[in-house]
């Protein structure tokens, strides 16, 4: 049996053993066949009533998928955490064995479940979070004594809704006990069965709270800080100079990734860590034929780490490559490509690009093209000035096309596209190399007051200014499901193919899928596929929600961000 097969087991052993405590604890048959026998096998005291070990059960078995998941990984902690736990029911269950003369058959599971543990613990090396351990004991402490305190102040306030004069002690007991659902030492008035249950759901509460929150903080996968190694960054541009490569290629040198490389250097992975994913993007840079020896560098990091791999963006021939290490591949849209030699304003099809750039000439427009190594620092300084300016307090967007910075030194081969009217800016693109002969659309941009139009006449101008820069070729923007949408939009489609584009349209009053789709459209490009791989179906969700946050469309909230970096 191969190691990915065992450690599968082993994961599929731990969800088996959650299904059927969700069974046994929540089924009413099961629960009153075996439900003492769970009571015992779990060494559950007999104080705990049918509601809490419902629910203490339900939050173990949150803790055995967390623990799962943790073990698909391959993570230590998960491992520790998961064989302690069998190690603690293996006693449970031998003692109930000796005391009852029953319950063989859980005894057996639970000890062949910690031999499996062991006999597999090579194969658990991925590391965790380096404060992952004192977050989750501060977790830990912050809820339980927060549910406690609550539980303990609740007692204190309500004296003539007990009965009997309960010492202080015993009102801390019973408010420690509530949080693992316990019934503790204070009796409650008839009249008062309410203050019994809102004390009882509330210690229940913080208590589950407590331990989910830890677990995860225990568990959780080292997020570290986004940033590109100098050295690093060297070798990049190194191997972007040989190779004509990607069109996103130079998207590789943002700063808020990290980047892998083959042995000997030929090749190279960027990626982003972002919620336990390892995220990169576009295709490897470097040497075609370096490619798997880069791609399983990185595989090998995001196993040492609990990673799950996911890559965005990529072309055809980079999805192949990825898909033969292992990974599924998901068209997620196309590419638009314009070739200098073939883009012209002539001729029906562009009739309404020639128009709008025949407008916006005739009313002072001008474009000026030129690259950033010939801007003195003065020009240079007013060029990032007037695009931050512009973009305002908007959030950037962008990760597998952006480089994140604007007319910055370190990219003098950057072209500055600046639209004029009446001599004052009024609208900018900034482009990266894309090899020897080619360009990347990096950031587009203008002022709130400009004409409409104004991002047309700059891609037209730059088209018409391309030969004299030795560009041959410029990719725009990336359109999410052009496919989709232009299958929606042709005569016959089905209802399917229909409401599937209704559902794009709808979704680009937000994200802006179906103007962008649109814009590209109008200049009558190339279309090349673009793909999202990652491990398995199941890890899609978590890999499409991680790319929206990479891009800027959403993700997690940055108040979440910081809480879980405190």
């Known amino acids: 049996m191969s190691e990915a097969a065992v450690v599968r087991a082993v994961v599929w052993a731990a969800r088996i053993v959650g299904a059927l405590t969700v069974v046994a604890a929540v089924l009413p048959a099961p629960r009153r066949v075996i439900g003492s026998e769970l009571r015992s096998t779990l060494g559950l005291p007999a104080g705990l009533g049918l509601a809490s070990l419902v629910v203490t059960a339900l939050a173990g078995v949150g803790l055995l998928l967390l623990l799962a998941t943790g073990l698909r990984r391959r993570k230590q902690r998960a491992w520790w955490v998961a064989t302690a736990t069998t190690t603690f029911l293996v006693v449970v269950n031998l003692l109930h064995v000796l005391d009852q003369r029953r319950g063989i058959g859980p005894a057996v599971l639970v000890v062949a479940l910690l031999a499996a543990l062991i006999a597999t613990r090579r194969y658990f090396v991925a590391r965790q979070d380096p404060g992952g351990l004192g977050r989750s004991v501060r977790s830990l402490l912050q809820f339980g004594l927060s549910g406690f305190l609550i539980v303990w102040v609740l007692l204190a306030l309500n004296p003539r809704r007990l009965v009997g004069d309960p010492s202080i002690a015993a009102q801390a007991a019973h408010a420690a006990l509530s949080l693992i659902g316990v019934t503790g030492p204070v009796e409650f008035q008839q009249r008062a069965v309410w203050l019994d249950d809102l004390t009882s759901a509330i210690g229940l509460t913080f208590g589950v709270v407590a331990l989910v929150v830890a677990g995860y903080h225990l568990l959780r996968s080292p997020e570290p800080r986004p940033s590109l190694d100098p050295d690093d960054e060297q070798r990049l541009r190194a191997l972007l100079d040989q190779r004509d490569g990607d069109s996103l290629g130079y998207f590789a040198l943002r700063r808020d990734k990290a980047a892998v490389f083959a042995h000997g250097g030929k090749s190279a992975v960027s990626y982003r860590v972002l919620a336990g994913v390892a995220l990169a993007s576009g295709d490897p840079v470097g040497d075609v034929g370096a490619w798997p020896g880069a791609i399983e560098a990185f595989l090998g990091i995001c196993t040492r780490y609990g990673w799950s791999p996911a890559v965005l963006g990529c072309s055809e021939r980079g999805a192949t490559a990825w898909s033969k290490a292992g990974l599924d591949a998901l068209e997620l849209g196309d590419e638009a490509v314009l070739e200098t030699a073939s883009f012209s304003l002539d001729g029906r099809p562009m009739r309404g690009v020639r128009q709008t750039v025949n407008r916006m000439q005739r009313s002072g427009h001008t474009v000026e093209v030129t690259r950033l190594r010939d801007l003195d620092e003065t020009a240079r300084m007013r060029v990032a000035e007037r695009a931050h300016r512009w973009r ?42 894309w090899g020897r002969d080619g360009l990347s659309l990096d950031l587009m941009v203008r002022d709130a007051d400009a004409d409409n139009g104004v991002n047309e006449l700059m891609i037209a101008e730059l088209m018409a200014a391309a030969k004299d820069h030795g560009v041959k070729r410029v990719s725009l923007n990336f359109a999410m499901f052009r496919s989709a949408l232009e299958r929606g939009e042709r005569i016959g489609a089905g209802p399917v193919a229909r409401g599937w584009a209704r559902v794009l349209r709808i979704a680009s009053r937000w994200w802006q899928i179906d103007s962008l789709y649109r814009f590209n459209a109008k200049f009558r490009p190339s279309w090349y596929p673009r793909y999202v791989l990652f491990p398995a179906v199941r890890d899609l969700p978590r890999v499409l929600f991680v790319v929206l946050e990479a891009e800027g469309f959403g993700g997690r909230p940055p108040a979440l961000l910081r809480l879980l970096r405190r």
């Open 392 to 433: 305002g307090a908007e959030d950037e967007r962008g990760f597998s096309m952006a480089s994140s910075r604007v007319a910055d030194p370190s990219d003098p081969d950057a072209v500055i596209v600046t639209a004029l009217r009446d001599g004052e800016p009024s609208g900018m693109l900034q482009l990266v190399p």
